[in-house]
T-cell receptor, first 114, second 113 residues
């Protein structure tokens, strides 16, 4: 079946602009995660959605970062007033339900802030 | 704090040779452990996972890993490496109270012909 999809695959933006990154999880997966992969920080957790529960935002690096998940499916990660240090690959993952712990990753969105 | 450590940043092996990638964890309780592989420009693909039970787990692409509680390790092995195995490998863990994955820094595998 279809895996996790992310769009765009690449995004170049100017410093100070806002960007939106989209994630379509595997159909039926109730848990959705965002991670960031950068040279200096490796792979780090950003935010986690599970069903209708309040999201775990503990990994968001600043209040410029936010995410929402509409209808329990598609998620959008928004970065406001982008900075050069936001340049990274943003990975989305989903899992069938929380207790499965097995996460399936999308191909990522490479964000470059100039 | 929970952590996963991969001591080797870069490993080079010859095609056909055996491979072992090291992973150590630090958790209050036994974590759930995973190995992922990332090819250039690609996302992460799950190779195998350990939840409980048999400490030797088999994965895809001929990989296996052994959970050793006494050494806090979860090393990845393959008896004979193929050139297509060249990629970056990540060890990761999580627990029952926090599904977010904590990743190691990764080991880049180079395969020489």
């Amino acid at each position: 079946g279809a895996g996790v999809s992310q769009s765009p695959s690449n995004k170049v933006t100017e410093k100070g602009k806002d960007v939106e990154l989209r994630c379509d999880p595997i159909s039926g997966h109730t848990a959705l995660y965002w991670y960031r992969q950068s040279l200096g920080q490796g792979l780090e957790f950003l935010i986690y959605f599970q069903g209708n529960s309040a999201p775990d935002k503990s990994g968001l690096p600043s209040d410029r970062f936010s995410a929402e998940r509409t209808g329990g499916s598609v998620s959008t990660l928004t970065i406001q007033r982008t900075q050069q240090e936001d340049s990274a690959v943003y990975l989305c993952a989903s899992s069938l339900f929380q207790s499965s712990y097995e996460q399936y990753f999308g191909p990522g969105t490479r964000l470059t802030v100039t | 704090a929970q952590s996963v450590t991969q001591p080797d940043i870069h490993i080079t092996v010859s095609e056909g040779a055996s491979l072992e990638l090291r992973c150590n964890y630090s958790y209050g309780a036994t974590p759930y452990l995973f190995w992922y592989v990332q090819s250039p420009g690609q996302g992460l693909q799950l190779l195998l996972k350990y939840f409980s039970g048999d400490t030797l787990v088999q994965g895809i692409k001929g990989f296996e890993a052994e959970f050793k509680r006494s050494q806090s390790s979860f090393n990845l092995r393959k008896p004979s490496v193929h050139w297509s195995d060249a990629a970056e490998y990540f060890c990761a863990g999580n627990t029952g109270t926090a599904s977010k994955l904590t990743f190691g820094t990764g080991t880049r595998l180079q395969v020489t012909l």
